[in-house]
């Protein structure tokens, strides 16, 4: 069963950059698709991006669209999300998730596998 793990996470000021990064376990992480979630305090889980199992396909949400890049390293088991012009509005709690399919998704409800959670502050 495949697990994950998110690092990178910590506080940036606004119109910095940050990385973060999820490690899967297993040996089956390249036939899968990828994504971030984030959520905010007192808001609900939201789509940030996503990647397929290949990695030549990638989504963004309109309001990341621009400033993020989703990246993975296959040979590393790793998925990314690169952060850049980061906002306060950007400040939460990314999740990295998997897909059981190559193909990506936008929809939480269709990965099967959720990593802990880590925390992203923006300060202003």
């Known amino acids: 069963q495949v697990q994950l793990v998110e690092s990178g996470g910590g506080l940036v000021q606004a119109g910095g950059s940050l990385r973060v990064s999820c490690l899967a376990s297993?040996?089956?992480?390249?036939?899968?698709?990828m994504g971030w979630f984030r959520q905010a305090p007192g808001k609900e889980r939201e789509f940030v991006a996503a990647?397929?199992?290949?990695?030549?396909?990638?989504y963004y949400a309109d309001s990341v669209k621009g400033r993020f890049t989703i990246s993975r390293d296959n040979a590393k088991n790793t998925v990314y999300l690169q952060m850049n012009n980061i906002e306060p509005e950007d400040t939460a709690v990314y999740s990295c998730?998997?897909?059981?399919?190559?193909?990506?998704?936008?929809?939480?409800?269709?990965?099967?596998?959720w990593g802990q959670g880590n925390q992203v502050t923006v300060s202003s």
């Open positions: 297993g040996r089956t992480f390249s036939i899968y698709a």
């Open positions: 990647i397929n199992s290949r990695g030549d396909s990638t």
């Open positions: 998730a998997k897909r059981p399919s190559s193909a990506l998704s936008t929809t939480a409800r269709s990965y099967d596998t």
